[in-house]
């Protein structure tokens, strides 16, 4: 939790010495008592009855509508293009890297991490496959297919995450053959994310570049071991379109970001020779993989240098993760920032330099209006950013209850789900109209 005092500056975050909002700040909605004027070159957008947004656009600035008479359906921003990025090869930069092209507007993404088989996993590496915990009800889990089904259905979701611990794949056994009991279980996960009618399902191996203490390449795991279990995953699902293959979930405290990448490559490698030509990969930097220091740590540099057998980059794309919390940890229920100016601003701009773009799969705050705010405004700009961002994917449901501090789970009574307030709020596809 902030302090008083650092609630009372959130308070006069995004308005001007003139009482007008700055660029992405909030400026209007239901119970907002802010500045409902935007600077210049900006327009107050109407997100939802509770959030209006000064989004960048040539119309003159407007207004927001008073809280009491904002009423009616959500349309979408006035400001937004419709165009979707593509992932089939790099992104073209633009006369200034810093300037989305016309076409940018609409992400390709949005969805939720549906955690449960990474439960067990630890920070350093070390998983229990027993204590992974199948977010099935056949597995006596939470209703993840349900769950599912209700964010595609009700919410306009089109993606999930699917976090899986190495150790629960092989059955604790590193080098071994992926243990098909177990992958049977995960599997009937993946399946019921194809099954629900999105647009790509994230297979994450969910081992911070470890296996048990022991960095992938760098003392612990080989790259043969590391680029085996990728092969084997691959092969399963080599003729699937709808696969996303996420490389591993967060590295960090890796002491040689070049020797890392050379792991990643022996990964995409694999992939690509089991017969996984076409679907897009995620590669993870070091830093927890954060959108904040991707290119100041070199990850941005030394991933760029993965590619495909072919030489090629088409359908690498860059995996970045970035919280809202005042020390970034993704475990406090207010947050202090959208990210745009620390992370976004600055990515985007070296992403677009370089004809690369970037998933942003891991992102979240606690359903407070702190984390209503900033996520939503760094929702927008990735959106505005959408040559070079895909879309976000919020942490997390699944087998986590609602009250988990960052809990995305919606609940059931009889056959009708409620979101949580950020799903509703921030997230969810038919509130935002940030989709292609």
């Known amino acids: 939790m902030i302090s008083a005092v650092a609630l009372s500056v959130l308070g006069l975050y995004g308005l001007s010495v003139n009482a007008q909002a700055t660029e992405w700040a909030q400026c209007g909605g239901i119970g907002w008592t802010g500045a409902t004027t935007c600077v210049s070159g900006t327009v107050c957008s109407k997100i939802n009855d509770y959030y209006s947004q000064c989004i960048p656009g040539t119309a003159a600035p407007t ?42 507007g609409k992400l390709r993404f949005a969805g939720v991490n549906i955690a449960g088989f990474d439960f ?42 699917l976090p899986v611990g190495w150790q629960f794949l092989t059955n604790d056994v590193l080098g071994g053959v992926i243990n098909e009991t177990n992958f049977q ?18 297979v994450d191996v969910h081992n911070y570049a470890r296996w048990d203490k022991g960095i992938i390449g760098q003392g612990g795991p080989t790259d043969d071991q590391f680029a085996a279990l990728w092969g084997s995953i691959a092969t399963k699902y080599a003729s699937n379109s709808k696969i996303i293959f996420g490389v591993m979930n967060e590295p960090h405290d890796v002491p040689d970001i070049n020797r890392w990448a050379q792991s990643v490559q022996a990964a995409v490698t694999a992939i690509r020779n089991a017969g996984a030509t076409s ?14 220091t991707f290119v100041s740590n070199g990850s941005a540099d030394a991933l760029n240098k993965v590619t495909n057998p072919d030489g090629s980059k088409t359908n690498l794309v860059f995996d970045v993760h970035k919280y809202l919390d005042f020390d970034n ?24 330099c370089n004809g690369r773009q970037a998933f942003n799969t891991e992102t979240g705050g606690g359903n407070t209006a702190s984390c209503q705010q900033f996520l939503c405004e760094q929702a927008q700009f990735q959106a505005q950013n959408s040559d070079v961002f895909l879309g ?17 789970t919606p609940t059931q ?24």
């Open 413 to 436: 009574s009889g056959s009708v789900w409620s979101d949580t307030s950020l799903v509703k709020a921030c997230l969810a596809p038919n509130t935002l109209r940030l989709l292609a």
């Open 120 to 161: 067990g996993c630890n920070s350093d590496g070390s998983c229990t496959a027993s204590a992974a915990w199948p977010p099935l009800t056949e597995y006596y889990g939470h209703d993840g297919e349900g769950q599912m089904n209700h964010f595609v259905q009700n919410d306009g979701f089109n993606v999930f995450r």
């Open 392 to 408: 976000y994917v919020g942490w997390a449901a699944g087998n986590f209850d609602p009250s988990y501090v960052l809990g995305e």
């Open 185 to 202: 279980k995960y599997d009937a996960l993946v399946q019921a994310c194809i099954n629900s009618g999105v647009a790509a399902c994230i």
């Open 63 to 104: 207004t927001a509508p008073p809280a009491s008479t904002v009423t009616g359906p959500t349309p979408a921003p006035t400001a937004t293009p419709t165009s979707a990025p593509s992932t089939t090869g790099p992104a073209t930069p633009s006369s200034s890297c810093a300037t989305p092209p016309a076409s940018a």
């Open 329 to 352: 940890s993704g475990t406090n229920a207010e947050c202090v920032t959208n990210n745009i100016d620390d992370a976004w601003a600055p990515l985007a701009e070296w992403l677009r």
């Open 279 to 292: 679907q897009t990969i995620l590669l993870p930097g070091n830093n927890w993989t954060s959108a904040a």
